[in-house]
């Protein structure tokens, strides 16, 4: 039990006196759960914890139902973890009180790659840029495989209109972690730069991300 371990080598007290970052992940969840169970300590409940999810990465799409299911993980403590890991991204996010400015694809990527990088399913995102090229708004347009059928310009095109954009920059995210675009992709790019062409909107690129890695389509020459 932790109570067994020396005192200098509990987690709470090695963070105050060494720091945060001198931690494992498993003594950092071991502070967020607080408490182990009767047959458990905190220490043995956070390293199930750790190993009910492949990668410490899946933590931050992990839905309470799948925190619970971890014997010893109730409600509370879910969302104890939950409540931590969104903190966590929000604080990864980059500069949260002004708006940023894409003047290069790897700026698209950087804005997007921490949140879509490890998502299980294919998300269509567009970013809608003002004037100076600042991302006023954010949104996701569908979630499924891409093909030129579900993406309407339509939809993309009306929020703009609705949020006086510029240009647009559309950006979705390959599970398999490899960005090179199918033949789907390239179909899906044309069709959305020539209504673009069409509303007086442009669309600036088409970014896909994989893992942790990305690909400009515009660079690709595709646009």
């Given at each position: 039990?932790?109570?067994?371990v ?125 004037v ?45 972690g ?46």
């Amino acid at each position: 039990m932790i109570r067994d371990v020396h005192i200098a080598d509990r987690p709470r007290e090695r963070l105050v006196r060494q720091g945060a970052s001198s931690l494992s992940n498993q003594e950092l969840i071991a502070i967020l759960l607080r408490t182990g169970t009767k047959e458990e300590s905190v220490l043995h409940l956070a390293n199930r914890v750790l190993s009910f999810f492949d990668q410490i990465q899946e933590l931050k799409n992990a839905t309470i139902e799948e925190m619970m299911s971890v014997k010893g993980i109730g409600q509370a403590k879910a969302v104890q973890l939950l409540a931590a890991v969104e903190l966590g991204r929000r604080l990864s996010q980059k500069h949260p009180d002004k708006r940023y400015a894409i003047r290069s694809p790897q700026d698209a990527a950087s804005l997007l790659m921490a949140d879509m990088s490890s998502l299980k399913q294919e998300n269509f995102v567009v970013l809608f840029l003002n004037v100076k090229n600042q991302v006023i708004h954010q949104q996701t347009i569908f979630i499924g495989s891409l093909n030129a059928s579900i993406v309407h310009p339509r939809e993309i095109f009306r929020e703009a209109v609705k949020r006086s954009a510029a240009s647009i920059i559309c950006a979705h995210n390959h599970p398999s972690g490899n960005p090179n675009p199918s033949p789907e992709d390239i179909e899906v790019t044309q069709r959305l730069t020539e209504a673009g062409k069409i509303m007086g909107i442009e669309m600036l690129d088409h970014v896909i991300i994989g893992d942790h890695q990305f690909v400009s389509l515009k660079e690709l020459g595709y646009m």
